[in-house]
C-alpha cells in the first residue's frame, strides 16, 4: 500500500505532460531492437508492460507498430492516468490496467493469454516478494518471446542507501511538502562534509536533486530491496529464465567480452562486484530456456518510427564523442539500414573508424552485431585490453561535528544524542566503503 501511495503522489519518473521520449528512451523500449539484442527476429504483436510509469506508454506508443497491443500495467492510478493523456487520440491499440503486476499475471495465466515481448523496467525491486512475479513470467511468455528487464546492482547503491538511513533518522517523511524540502537541502549539503557525497553528486544526474518524484524514489522509497545481484540472476535462472545479454551502460566490464553478445557469468559479475569495479545496475534481456536463442542477429526487416538524429549517449564516450558529426549520422543511417534490410556494415568505414570506437558502439548496441562480418565479429566483440579499471579509493575528508550544527541549522531543531550517533554511524558505514 505504501508503494502505491508514493506513486500516487509521486509518478516515475514525473517529465513535463508534454516532454518527448529521447531517441535512447525509443530505443530502449523497442520490441524489435530487444529482440536483435536477444537473436530473434521480428516485432512483437502483444506486449506487456509492467510497471509502465507515466511515461513509457508515449515512448512505447511511438516506437511500436499500430498492430503491437501494448498492455500498459501499474499499480498507482495516477501514473495510469497520465500515461494515457500523453497518448491523446494516438492511444491505436494500447490497453491500460490500473493493477497489481502479481494479480494481472494469475489472471492472464487464468486465460492463458500470452506475450511475446515483456518490460519491466526499475521494478522487481520495488516488490515485497518479487519472486513470487518472476515465477509466473515464462508461464505468460511466448516461446520466443524476449524480456527486457532492469534491477538494482544494490552492492553499488551504499551511498544511496546511507542517505535512505538518515533521512530516516532524521523522521523526513516524504508526505509533507516542507520535509521534503529539508531533506532536498540536506541531501545537497552532505556534499560539505564528505567526499563521498562530493563525488557522487558531481557524477549523478542534477534531476536527482531537482525533480521530487525523481528524489523520493532514488532516496525516501517506500519498498527497496537490497538483495545483490546473485540473488536476481539466481532466480531467473530456477525460473526458467536465460540472461543472454547485459548492457554495460558504465563500460565497467570492459576486461570481458562484449557483455551484450555473450553474458558474463554470475562468478565474473560478482567478483567485480565486490570489488566495485561494477556499481550499474543490472539491464538484462531474457529468453525462455527451454527453447536455446538462436542468437543469429537477424535484421527486423522493420522500419523502427525512430528521430533522425541518433541517441546521443551513443556518442558520450570518451572513444566515441570526437567522432565527426557527419560519421555520427552515417552510423546512424548504417544502424536503420540493417534493421530494415540486414546490409552489412560499409567495410571501408570500418576500416577508417577508431577500432576503440567500433567496440564501445559494439557494447552498448550502436553496431549490431548482424551488421558485421563473420571474420570481425570475435575481434569487436573480444574484451578491451584496459589499465587500471579498479575504482580509486576517495580522500576521507568529512567533518562529522560540523554536520550535526548544519543538520541543526537546516531542520530548525536540536538532534537528540540517539540520532546524532545514527548519523555518525551511518556516515562511517557509508565512508568504510569507499575510502
Ligand atoms: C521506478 S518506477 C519505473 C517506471 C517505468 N518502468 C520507467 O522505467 O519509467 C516503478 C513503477 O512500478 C510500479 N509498481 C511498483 N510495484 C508495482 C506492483 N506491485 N504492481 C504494479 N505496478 C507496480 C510503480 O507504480 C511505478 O510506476
Known sequence: MQVKAQYESFPYPGYPILAKPRTEELLSCSSAYNRILAGQSGVAHNTLILGCGEFQPLAFRKVEPHYN????????????????????????????????????????????????????????????????????????????????????????????????????????????????????????????????????????????????????????????????????????????????????????????????????????????????????????????????????????????????????????????NSLPRKWKRHFWMHWHEWVQTGALFPEDFLKQTPFRAIQRLARIGGILRGQLREKDIAVIGAAIDIEGSFPEPLDKSSHLNNLFKGVEQLLGRGLSSQQQLDLYKTMEWVEEFYM
Not at 516461446?143 to 533518522?169: A, E, F, P
Not at 567526499?195 to 524514489?217: G, H, I, K, W
Not at 527497496?224 to 563500460?251: K, P
Request: charged share 30%; proline share 4%.
Open 69 to 320: 497491443r501494448l498492455n500498459f500495467v501499474d499499480l498507482s492510478a495516477r501514473s495510469i492516468r497520465r500515461g494515457r493523456l500523453r497518448l491523446g487520440l494516438n492511444k491505436g491499440n494500447a490497453h491500460f490496467y490500473e493493477q497489481d503486476i502479481e494479480s494481472f499475471l494469475l489472471e492472464k495465466i487464468s486465460n492463458c493469454d500470452r506475450f511475446d515481448h515483456i518490460d519491466l523496467y526499475g521494478v522487481l525491486h520495488h516488490m515485497p516478494n518479487p519472486g513470487s512475479v518472476i515465477k509466473l513470467l515464462p508461464r505468460v511468455l511466448q516461446r520466443d518471446g524476449v524480456i527486457r528487464c532492469m534491477v538494482y546492482n544494490s552492492s553499488g547503491r551504499r551511498w544511496i542507501h546511507g542517505i535512505q538511513k538518515m533521512l530516516k533518522t532524521l523522521d523526513l517523511s516524504p508526505w509533507s511538502k516542507s520535509e521534503r524540502r529539508r531533506a532536498i537541502r540536506f541531501v545537497k549539503s552532505l556534499t560539505e562534509y564528505s567526499n563521498v557525497y562530493d563525488y557522487f553528486f558531481e557524477n549523478c544526474s542534477p534531476r536527482l536533486l531537482t525533480n521530487e518524484n525523481a528524489f523520493v524514489d532514488t532516496f525516501m522509497h517506500r519498498c527497496e530491496l537490497q538483495d545483490d545481484i546473485s540473488f536476481w540472476l539466481s532466480s531467473f535462472d530456477r525460473c526458467g529464465l536465460e540472461c543472454v545479454a547485459l548492457l554495460d551502460r558504465y563500460s565497467e566490464l570492459d576486461d570481458l567480452p562484449n557483455p551484450l553478445w555473450s553474458m558474463p557469468r554470475t562468478d565474473q559479475l560478482m567478483e567485480r562486484v565486490r570489488d566495485r569495479r561494477f556499481e550499474g545496475n543490472l539491464e538484462l534481456i531474457l529468453v525462455p530456456k527451454a527453447i536455446e536463442a538462436k542468437r543469429v542477429c537477424e535484421s527486423s526487416s522493420y522500419d523502427l518510427k525512430l528521430y533522425a538524429q541518433p541517441p546521443s549517449w551513443w556518442f558520450l564516450f570518451d572513444e566515441t
